[in-house]
C-alpha cells in the first residue's frame, strides 16, 4: 500500500466524483433528471464547408434532443438525451432498439446516419446533473466536473471546468505559499464558480420549458445575443446578465439559485 501525504488535494476526479461521494455530497438536479444513450458511426454525413466539423444539437420537441459530432478518422459520435420514462417507455430495453426507434423521430439526424455504419457499443449514462454541497473543507478542493455537472447541452461545461482550474490555481499557489490550507481559502473560488453554475442552470432549463424560443429571447433587445453568446460558450465569470435573465423569466420558468458548492467552513 503506497499512502501519500500532501498539504493540498485537488479533486479533479471528474464525474468519478471521488470526494464527494465519500462525503456524502452530490445531490442531483430534481429538474434534470435526464438520461443518455450514445454510439459511434462511421461514414456518416458531414456538412460541406466550415460546417464539417460543427457540433450539432437536434431537438426533439418535449422530448429531448440529439448530440452529432463529427470525429477524425471518418467518426461521428451520436447521442440521445431524454428523460429515463420517455426512453425506456415499456417498449423495450435494448439500448440498440431504443437509438434506432429515436432515429426516426428527427429527420435531419436520419438523413445523416444514413449512409453511416454504426460500429462498437451502445453506451447509456443516467442522471448526469448534480451539484455537489460543499467546494472544499480545510486541505480538499473540488475542481471541474467533480465540483458539479449540468446536463450538456451546450458543451460550456468544458469551458467551465477549464476556467475552474485557472481560478483555484490563482487561489491555491499563495494558500500553498502561506502555509494556509483551510477551506475559508476558497471561499471566494465557491462562489465565483456557485454564480457561474447557476447562470448556465438557467439557460438549459429554459431549453427544455417547451414555451421557450432563442428567437423570441433575442428579439427582446440588442444586448441579448451577445449576452447570449456570452453564456452558451461558457463566458460566464464575473459577469451579471440581470437583463437577460429578466427577459429569459417572460419566456420559460427559471429555477430559483441553490446554494450548493461553497466552501464549508469550520466553526
Same mark, same amino acid.
Given at each position: 500500500?503506497? @499512502? ?12 468519478? *466524483? !471521488?470526494?464527494?461521494? %465519500?462525503?456524502?455530497?452530490?445531490? @442531483?438536479?430534481?429538474?434534470? %433528471?435526464?438520461?443518455? #444513450? ?10 460541406? &464547408?466550415?460546417?464539417? /466539423? ?19 478518422? $471518418?467518426? =461521428?459520435?451520436? &447521442? ?9 417507455? /415499456? ?11 429515436? #432515429? ?6 436520419e438523413r445523416h ?10 453506451? =447509456? ?9 460543499? *467546494?472544499?473543507?480545510? &486541505?480538499?478542493?473540488?475542481? &471541474?466536473?467533480?465540483? /458539479?455537472? #449540468? ?5 460550456? /461545461? =468544458? ?10 490555481? +490563482? ?16 471561499? +471566494?473560488?465557491?462562489? %465565483? ?7 448556465? @442552470? ?6 427544455y420549458d417547451e414555451?421557450?424560443? !432563442?428567437?423570441?429571447? #433575442? ?5 441579448? @445575443?451577445? $449576452?447570449?453568446?456570452? *453564456? ?8 451579471? !446578465?440581470?437583463?437577460? !435573465?429578466?427577459a429569459m423569466s ?14 464549508? =467552513?469550520?466553526?
Open positions: 500500500e503506497l @499512502r501519500l501525504i500532501a498539504p493540498l488535494v485537488v479533486d479533479a476526479s471528474g464525474r468519478d *466524483c !471521488f470526494a464527494a461521494i %465519500r462525503e456524502q455530497w452530490m445531490e @442531483r438536479d430534481p429538474m434534470l %433528471r435526464k438520461i443518455s #444513450i450514445w454510439t459511434y458511426y462511421k461514414g456518416a454525413m458531414r456538412d460541406p &464547408g466550415l460546417d464539417e /466539423g460543427a457540433t450539432t444539437v437536434a431537438y426533439l420537441p418535449g422530448k429531448g434532443w440529439f448530440w452529432y459530432i463529427p470525429l477524425s478518422g $471518418d467518426v =461521428v459520435s451520436v &447521442g440521445i438525451v431524454a428523460e429515463h420514462e420517455y426512453l425506456y417507455d /415499456g417498449s423495450t430495453k435494448d439500448l440498440e432498439e431504443i437509438f434506432s426507434r429515436e #432515429i426516426k423521430n428527427n429527420a435531419w439526424i446516419l444514413a449512409t453511416g455504419e454504426q460500429f462498437g457499443e451502445y453506451f =447509456v449514462t443516467g442522471e448526469f446533473s448534480y451539484r455537489n454541497k460543499f *467546494c472544499a473543507v480545510d &486541505g480538499l478542493v473540488l475542481a &471541474g466536473d467533480a465540483l /458539479g455537472f #449540468i446536463d450538456p447541452v451546450f458543451s460550456s /461545461g =468544458v469551458f467551465l471546468a477549464l476556467k475552474s482550474g485557472v481560478m483555484l490555481a +490563482d487561489v491555491a499557489d499563495p494558500a500553498l505559499r502561506e502555509g494556509d490550507l483551510s477551506a475559508s481559502r476558497f471561499e +471566494d473560488y465557491g462562489k %465565483r464558480m456557485r454564480d457561474s453554475i447557476e447562470t448556465m @442552470r438557467k439557460i438549459v432549463y429554459a431549453f414555451n421557450f424560443s !432563442f428567437k423570441d429571447l #433575442i428579439m427582446k433587445g440588442d444586448q441579448m @445575443r451577445s $449576452d447570449l453568446t456570452d *453564456c452558451l460558450v461558457g463566458n460566464v465569470d464575473d459577469k451579471e !446578465f440581470a437583463e437577460l !435573465f429578466e417572460e419566456l420559460a420558468e427559471l429555477p430559483e439559485p441553490i446554494e450548493h458548492g461553497l466552501a464549508k =467552513v469550520s466553526a
